[in-house]
């Protein structure tokens, strides 16, 4: 009988403290992990202590414990996050906008002038204001992704069979062999250069589905701020994160 057999089902996650303060881990095991590994996620603070398949959670549970005082110091630089609530900033385009609940009645989101930063107007139940707030934001992106995908397909003379938004936490967008495009709906919240040029990145792939020096020209010439964009992504990337 294989030792994986004869071990206890794993817990979902382990819990150390510091210095009166509690911090879950997510526990995950890798077959193919020769040690341990611990990992702070800068974009949503989640904690990730990852083994490989022979190692014992007490083992794990020890070594989680001597890095606590890391973890703590980790989570101290995750921004804090920004629900969508009324009176939240959130960016819109990269704009700052203020979350205001206008009417308990179901109604449209839209953005309104204010005294300060612009607005983003909703209208329902308090209960579903997160909800309707993505939805919206969910929208606005395909919206700009399609105007975006319209103006390049011309110039390639290709375009995409299908675009798929979601919430992706390792790229921003991807292209897969089939045509099909994804892209996180988080890049409503950057400055429009930034969806620009990752529509612009993404549809270069269906010529060229590499990272050539023949597909960095193919970009390039389609778009003339790559530079400018994956600056701003490394730069604030991944507070776009700490949204809703």
């Not at 510091?18 to 990992?39: D, K, M, V, Y």
């Not at 973890?71 to 920004?82: D, G, M, Q, S, W």
């Not at 385009?93 to 204010?114: I, M, N, Y």
């Not at 939805?135 to 069979?161: F, H, M, N, S």
Request: hydrophobic share 40%; aromatic share 6%; net charge positive.
């Amino acid at each position: 009988m294989s030792f994986a057999l004869l071990r206890r089902p794993d817990p979902g996650h382990l819990e150390v403290q510091h210095e009166g303060a509690s911090f879950q881990i997510a526990l995950r095991r890798r077959p193919t992990a020769r040690r341990i590994t611990l990992r702070v996620s800068a974009a949503t603070g989640e904690v990730v202590i990852t083994l490989p398949s022979r190692t014992a959670v007490n083992t794990a549970q020890r070594f989680a414990t001597s890095h606590a005082g890391w973890i703590a110091a980790r989570l101290a630089r995750v921004p804090e996050r920004v629900q969508f609530v009324p009176d939240a900033i959130l960016p819109l385009r990269g704009e700052p906008h203020r979350v205001h609940l206008r009417d308990t009645r179901s109604g449209t989101v839209r953005v309104e002038a204010g005294e300060g930063d612009p607005v983003l107007s909703v209208s329902c139940d308090p209960a579903h204001v997160p909800r309707r707030i993505r939805d919206y934001l969910t929208r606005e992106a395909r919206r700009d992704l399609l105007e975006a995908v319209e103006r390049y397909a011309p110039l390639l003379g290709q375009r995409p069979v299908r675009i798929t938004l979601r919430d992706t936490r390792s790229r921003w967008g991807s292209c897969t062999a089939r045509g099909e495009l994804n892209f996180s709906w988080r890049l409503i919240l950057a400055p429009p250069m930034v969806l620009d040029y990752l529509v612009a990145h993404e549809m270069a792939h269906l010529r060229e589905m590499n990272h050539s020096a023949r597909y960095w020209a193919l970009l390039r010439g389609l778009c003339p701020n790559v530079d400018a964009a994956e600056a701003w992504l490394k730069r604030n990337g991944t507070s776009l994160h700490r949204y809703g």
